[in-house]
């Protein structure tokens, strides 16, 4: 019996379980984990010969300066990585990627400037991330959402600026936050922060100690006390007027929108146009400032006042119409179907579908009425009556494109 337990114990000695590269120390814990502890050795490298049941591996303290795809590539089982106090200034992306069981990732007190946000993706189980004390200057969007078992997030002594909206969304089981001694522009676009630390359970470690480097008006302030008043979110109001588009008997009529925003910083006003036809997003004004319409963009005019107009507006132009007011704080948006009818009884060539068709309590709107915001998740219909003469030819619009700017005036 004794030979044979010599030889188990030495077949057990020589497994791979056990394997241990030279510059660590293995063990195994009460919990059955495999512990690799190659803390403290002046390593520069991750060591080779790493057994692939570890679950737990220090490697801090020593002087590792990068993390190549494969480096942890014998460690599959990994779930729990230390990496603080080395020199790591990259982590090649695909490096943490092979590791679905981490639990706890420390890369605090390094020197990384970027990290390979890709990577967590696939680590789902992931509870505790530690990045302090390194050089981050940006966590792009998205790049946290999925961890939801992620408890305890340090980004705090780096070089954050701003964070994207949203950058906490999606994490249920977040409980501490560190984000203090960043150098934060507390502008508007880092509003959302201070709204969401106000309404959230989650433990904003040393808040005070979370401020603001910039604007000069804020330095020093804490990023959960940026004044409401600064940053107000969009809102927005839609008005419209037409007529004809010329004098000419045969002309047709100009459909002109007016969004009205108002909100701090200003916000910037785009269109979304959805036609049978087409689909148009504009970003910004497409008459320039001589009123001159800008290259490929003569149909549609969008002034920078807030004006939209549709000269020749004819039933190809049916559609929705959608003012979108967009500032740092948020966006807010007014649509309006347009129809248009020629007969005694416009509301009876409203499409069928229309919920306002032909309903004695249906909207209408007189030129120049203003289109409640109150209302603005509904589809306000306009319907426009035009002549029975024939519309104008292709040289006569070219005409009305270059006097419509005068008949703007006042809107301008």
């Known amino acids: 019996m004794r030979p044979l337990l010599g030889v188990l114990a030495l077949v057990t000695l020589l497994s791979p379980g056990l394997a ?5 120390s293995c063990s195994t814990k009460k919990n059955g984990r495999l512990l690799a502890e190659c803390a403290y050795r002046e390593l520069r490298d991750v060591p080779r010969g790493l057994s692939p049941n570890v679950t737990i591996l220090t490697l801090s303290a020593n002087r590792l300066g990068r993390l190549g795809r494969a480096s942890l590539a014998e460690v599959p089982e990994l779930q729990s990585l230390w990496l603080g106090y080395n020199h790591i200034s990259s982590v090649e992306p695909g490096a943490f990627a ?4 981490l639990k706890n990732l420390d890369l605090s007190h390094n020197r990384l400037a970027d990290f390979p946000w890709q990577d967590l993706r696939n680590l789902s189980a992931l509870q505790i991330l530690k990045l302090s004390n390194n050089r981050l200057v940006t966590v792009p969007r998205g790049a946290l959402a999925g961890l939801r078992e992620l408890r305890s997030l340090w980004l705090n002594d780096n070089e954050l600026a701003t964070l994207a909206r949203g950058t906490f969304e999606g994490l249920p089981a977040l409980a501490q936050l560190q ?10 676009k880092l509003f959302w922060l201070k709204e969401w630390a106000h309404d959230t359970s989650v433990v ?3 808040a005070g100690s979370t401020l603001c480097a910039a604007p000069a008006r804020l330095r020093g302030r804490p990023v959960t006390d940026i004044p409401g008043a600064l940053c107000v979110p969009p809102s927005a109001q839609l008005t419209y007027l037409s007529g004809p588009a010329a004098a000419g008997p045969r002309d047709g009529l100009t459909l002109t929108l007016h969004c009205s925003v108002a909100g701090s910083p200003p916000p910037e006003i785009r269109w979304q146009i959805r036609t049978a036809q087409r689909r148009v997003d504009i970003h910004g004004p497409t008459v320039a400032r001589d009123g001159g319409a800008k290259a490929g963009r003569q149909r549609f005019l969008a002034f920078k006042n807030g004006t939209m107009a549709i000269p020749d507006f004819g039933k190809e132009d049916e559609g929705t119409y959608t003012c979108v007011a967009v500032n740092d704080v948020g966006t807010r948006d007014v649509s309006v179907n347009v129809a248009l009818a020629g007969s005694a009884n416009p509301a009876e060539e409203l499409p069928r579908d229309d919920p306002q068709a ?4 249906g909207h209408s709107c007189a030129k120049g009425d203003e289109l409640d915001p109150s209302g603005m998740g509904e589809k306000l219909v306009i319907v426009y ?3 029975g003469q024939a519309r104008s030819g292709a040289g006569a619009r070219e005409f009305r494109l270059g006097i419509l700017p005068l008949a703007l005036g006042l809107l301008l």
């Open 358 to 361: 032909g309903h004695p309590g």
């Open 98 to 101: 092979a590791l679905p069981h």
């Open 204 to 206: 904003l470690s040393r």
């Open 20 to 24: 241990c590269p030279t510059p660590c």
């Open 385 to 387: 009556r035009v002549a």
């Open 179 to 188: 984000l203090f001694h960043n150098p934060f522009n507390c502008s508007c």
